[in-house]
């Protein structure tokens, strides 16, 4: 996919300071100099083209709802099946492969601790496979935004 020169600032600027007001992507056009339409038509192609998987917010764990770090060992010939599996749940915020036997990571996210659980379940019944269930235990920061290399 081609980015211009507005995808590029959409997509870097906004990691990290996405603005807190009634209309954020009203104020994200005019940081950008464009309007609001073209902000989420933007939007809307770099998600179906499956450049970005979300935009929201992201609290602190355990502030409103639950969720888990889980993750599975999985054949490497079923890992894209699986990962695609596991990424169509709307629990599911991220996953991401890994070098190592558990390969596959993700962050299950739910309203309470039972869904988060019930995902949990629903994969490992749908996979065939066991999903390793890693809650958090000590809360530390770490900033997801990071700064994208354009060629």
């Not at 998987?53 to 888990?68: C, Q």
């Not at 599911?92 to 036997?101: F, G, K, L, S, T």
């Not at 869904?115 to 996979?127: F, P, S």
């Amino acid at each position: 996919m081609d980015y211009d020169a507005l995808d590029r600032r959409l997509l870097d600027e906004f990691q990290d300071d996405f603005p807190l007001a009634p209309q954020p992507y009203a104020v994200i056009a005019e940081r950008l100099g464009t309007t609001e339409d073209e902000v989420l038509a933007r939007l809307t192609r770099l998600t179906q083209a499956g450049t970005i998987s979300r935009v929201g917010a992201v609290f602190r764990p355990h502030t409103v709802g639950r969720s888990t770090l889980a993750a599975i060992a999985v054949p490497k010939d079923r890992l894209d099946a699986v990962a695609e599996l596991v990424s169509a749940y709307p629990e599911v915020n991220h996953n991401y492969q890994r070098d190592h036997r558990l390969n596959l990571w993700f962050v299950v996210a739910a309203c309470d601790e039972a869904k988060v659980g019930a995902v949990l379940t629903d994969i490992a019944a749908k996979t065939g496979l066991e999903v390793l269930d890693l809650p958090l235990i000590e809360d530390f920061h770490v900033n997801l935004g990071f700064g994208l290399k354009w060629n």
